[in-house]
């Protein structure tokens, strides 16, 4: 079946880094890919949906600035979450999928983010 | 934003009983999807039922739509202790295939 990567698998930096977390679709192209933020017992809240050679369409309460998404190519999408603070430390999960919406998304194992 | 409620929030079961989790959503969809998350991992995909289907099996899961409701279940029969996880509805509204999700049930299942 299809595969997601996702790395790394965990960090913890100090408050004022930024982070950068990788998505990779392993064995199928991605025109789209869709970044998830997960506080415990809680379920996936929608950040933003990432296009291949455009620009991310983020969630309504998502900070740009803050967390950049760049879709370089159809395999490989990246959050970049700037300047983090403790605030920012949750789980990242990201998913891709085809084209078409009558498809299941594939999910990479989530990145659990830890600022000091 | 979350489309909408799951219940129950939490189950506790014994292996052997069937298992049912109940998604209700909001708006209207073009599909509805089933994923499971074991602690501290990605989603599995399990099922996808479409707006027109009423109902669709895969092994020992049985999936329900009602869409005059706005409302799916989820079964598990015969329920094994490796079934215990967290069980997320998703609904996808239109061609671009965003997923908006449930709250979630989390299931124990106890051997």
């Known amino acids: 079946g299809a595969v997601v990567s996702q790395h790394p698998s965990r960090v913890i930096c100090k408050s004022g880094t930024s982070v950068k977390i990788e998505c990779r679709s392993l064995?199928?192209?991605?025109?789209?890919m869709f970044w998830y933020r997960q506080f415990p017992k809680q379920s996936l809240m929608l950040m933003a949906t990432?296009?291949?050679?455009?620009?991310?369409?983020?969630e309504q309460g998502v900070e740009k600035d803050k967390f950049l998404i760049n879709h370089a190519s159809l395999t490989l999408s990246t959050l970049t979450v700037t300047s983090a603070h403790p605030e920012d430390s949750s789980f990242y999960i990201c998913?891709?999928?085809?084209?078409?919406?009558?498809?299941?998304?594939?999910f990479g194992d989530g990145t659990r983010l830890s600022i000091l | 934003s979350q489309q909408g409620e799951e219940d129950p929030q939490a189950l506790s079961i014994q292996e052997g009983e069937n298992a049912t989790m109940n998604c209700s959503y909001k708006?209207?969809?073009?599909?509805l999807q089933w994923y499971r998350q074991n602690s501290g991992r990605g989603l599995v995909h399990l099922i996808l039922?479409?707006?027109?289907?009423r109902e669709k099996h895969s092994g020992r899961l049985r999936v329900t739509l009602d869409t005059s409701k706005k409302s799916s279940s989820l079964l598990i029969t015969a329920s094994r202790a490796a079934d215990t996880a967290s069980y997320f509805c998703?609904?996808?509204?239109?061609?671009?295939?965003?997923?908006?999700f449930g709250q979630g049930t989390e299931l124990s299942v106890k051997p």
């Open positions: 998913s891709a999928g085809q084209s078409y919406s009558n498809q299941p998304q594939h």
């Open positions: 064995d199928f192209q991605a025109t789209t």
């Open positions: 990432s296009n291949e050679g455009s620009k991310a369409t983020y």
């Open positions: 708006t209207s969809i073009n599909n």
């Open positions: 039922i479409r707006s027109n289907e």
């Open positions: 998703a609904t996808v509204k239109n061609q671009g295939g965003k997923l908006i």
